[in-house]
C-alpha cells in the first residue's frame, strides 16, 4: 500500500541552546540584544544608501542587500527562538520546520552570492578604475542582484524538497535552536544519503565555487596593490577590501567546518556554537563592520544624523 503521508509527526521539538532553567533569561538577553542590533544596524546602512545620491553605486547597491539579507536571515531563526525560551511547549509545525529551512537556506546562500558579486565589484574597481563605470553599468548590476536572488531560491527549493521527503517517526526533538538540515537528517528515521550527497555536491559547488571566486579576485587585487609605489594607494585599497575579507572569513569558516564533513562526524554541540556564529554574530558584525572602515558610510551617517538632530530640534 502507497504510504501517503512522508511523516508520522506533526510538530517538532526545538530544544533550543540550552535546557538549563538559569541560563534561560542571560540567553534570552543576549540573543535580543544582538538581534535588536542587527536590525536597527542593517536597516540603517540600507536607509543611508538609499537616501544618499553618491552612494547609488554598484558597491552600495551590492551592500544594501547583503544588509537585507543579513535581516531576513537572522529573522528566520532569532524569534522562533525567542519565543520558544520560554515557551513550554517549543514546539514548530512540521510545515513551519520547512518553512524555516527553506528561508534559512535562502538567506545564507543569498549572503554566498553577495559576497562574490562584492568581491567582483572590487576587483573591477581596483584593477579596472577607468573601466569600472563601463563594466558594471546599472543594468548589469541589477542582473546580478536578480541572479543571486533567483540562484538562492533554487537551491533552497532544492534542500527543502529533499528534507520533505524523508520520514519522521517518534523523536520530534530537535537538539537545536532552529529547523537545521543536520540535525533533522540526525532524527529522520529513513535515509538521509541523498540530501548528504547533494550537500557535498551540489553545495559544496555554490559554497566553495563562490569562496574560490572570492580567492582568485582578491589576490588579482592584492597583487595590483603591491604593484603600486603610493604606500597610501596600498593602505585605502586594503582597507576598502579589509572589511570583507573580514566578513568572508567568518562566514565562510564556520560554514564549512558545519556543513561539510560526513554526518556521523556532526556534533550537536559543536553545530549550535558555529551556526550562532554565522547565522547571528556575523550578521550583527556587518554594520560595524562596512561602517567604521568605511569613510563614505561615515560620511553619510554624520551628514543624517546632523539632519535629523537639525530637523528634531528646529
Known amino acids: 500500500m502507497v504510504n501517503t503521508n512522508w511523516t508520522g509527526v506533526s510538530h517538532f521539538v526545538l530544544l533550543g541552546i540550552s535546557t538549563h532553567p538559569e541560563e534561560q533569561i542571560p540567553l534570552f538577553l543576549l540573543f535580543l540584544l544582538m538581534y535588536a542590533i542587527n536590525i536597527s544596524g542593517n536597516f540603517a546602512i540600507i536607509t543611508l544608501i538609499i537616501y544618499t545620491p553618491h552612494l547609488h553605486t554598484p558597491m552600495y547597491i551590492f551592500l544594501s542587500n547583503l544588509a537585507l539579507a543579513d535581516i531576513c536571515f537572522t529573522s528566520t531563526t532569532v524569534p522562533k527562538m525567542l519565543q520558544n525560551i520560554f515557551s513550554p511547549t517549543k514546539a514548530i509545525s512540521y510545515m513551519g520546520c520547512l518553512t524555516q529551512t527553506y528561508f534559512f537556506i535562502c538567506f545564507a546562500v543569498m549572503e554566498n552570492f553577495l559576497l562574490a558579486v562584492m568581491a567582483y565589484d572590487r576587483y573591477i574597481a581596483i ?24 540562484l538562492s531560491h533554487l537551491h533552497a527549493l532544492l534542500h527543502t524538497f529533499l528534507m520533505g521527503r524523508l520520514i519522521f517517526c517518534a523523536d520530534n526533538k530537535i537538539p537545536h535552536f532552529f529547523c537545521d538540515l543536520y540535525p533533522l537528517m540526525k532524527i529522520s528515521c529513513s535515509s538521509p544519503y541523498l540530501n548528504t550527497l547533494m550537500i557535498h555536491t551540489e553545495g559544496v ?3 566553495n565555487g563562490a569562496l574560490a571566486f572570492i580567492i582568485a579576485s582578491y589576490a588579482h587585487i592584492i597583487s595590483v596593490v603591491l604593484q603600486s ?41 559543536e553545530g549550535r556554537i558555529l551556526t550562532v556564529m554565522y547565522t547571528v554574530v556575523t550578521p550583527m558584525l556587518n554594520p560595524f563592520i562596512y561602517s567604521l572602515r568605511n569613510g563614505d558610510v561615515k560620511g553619510a551617517f554624520r551628514k543624517w544624523v546632523s539632519r535629523i538632530w537639525t530637523s528634531f530640534f528646529r
Open 127 to 150: 584593477c579596472y578604475p577607468f573601466h569600472y563605470p563601463m563594466i558594471l553599468t546599472r543594468t548589469l548590476c541589477s542582473q546580478m542582484v536578480a541572479l543571486c536572488h533567483i
Open 205 to 207: 559547488i555554490v559554497i
Open 229 to 269: 609605489p603610493s604606500a597610501k594607494s596600498k593602505w585605502r585599497a586594503f582597507s576598502t577590501c579589509g572589511s570583507h575579507l573580514t566578513v568572508v572569513a567568518i562566514f565562510y569558516g564556520t560554514l564549512t567546518w558545519v556543513y561539510f564533513r560526513p554526518l556521523t562526524s556532526y556534533s550537536v554541540t
